[in-house]
């Protein structure tokens, strides 16, 4: 006789598995849409050109894109679970660290660490 493996831990609650994976994408899509909105006074506040600009917005897509791939990987090997979490809590410590941003190389390296930790919990 073979052992049944036990099933999954999130198999009764698809509901709150749906609401967090929805949250998560809403709160990228609003960073997203915030700091699109912010670069004028970005560039204003930091004294930032418009090459710097493009780097706060490409800083973050770049090393999403980048990650896309092995962040996957790593859900596959050390759970799914555990990525998104160590993700989520990378992504929102590199929020607070562009909400204090004190320059634009800053902004710049906390905006880069959101792409590194966006992928994980996506």
């Known amino acids: ?16 598995v749906l609401a ?6 809403f709160m990228a899509q609003l960073d997203a849409t915030a700091v699109n909105v912010a670069l004028p006074a970005i560039g204003r ?9 493009q780097w706060v917005v ?22 799914r679970r555990r990525v998104f979490r160590r993700g989520l809590v990378v992504f929102t410590v590199a929020s607070l660290a562009c909400s204090l941003a004190p320059s634009l190389g800053w902004l710049i390296g906390a905006r880069v660490t ?9």
């Open 20 to 25: 967090v994976c929805c949250f998560s994408l």
């Open 58 to 79: 490409d800083g973050f897509v770049l090393a999403l894109g980048s990650l896309a791939m092995s962040a996957g990987a790593a859900g596959d090997r050390l759970g």
């Open 114 to 122: 959101q792409g590194i930790g966006w992928p994980d919990w996506s």
């Open 1 to 16: 006789m073979r052992a049944q493996s036990a099933p999954p831990s999130n198999a009764g609650r698809p509901g709150v």
């Open 45 to 53: 506040d930091l004294h930032a050109g418009i090459t710097g600009l």
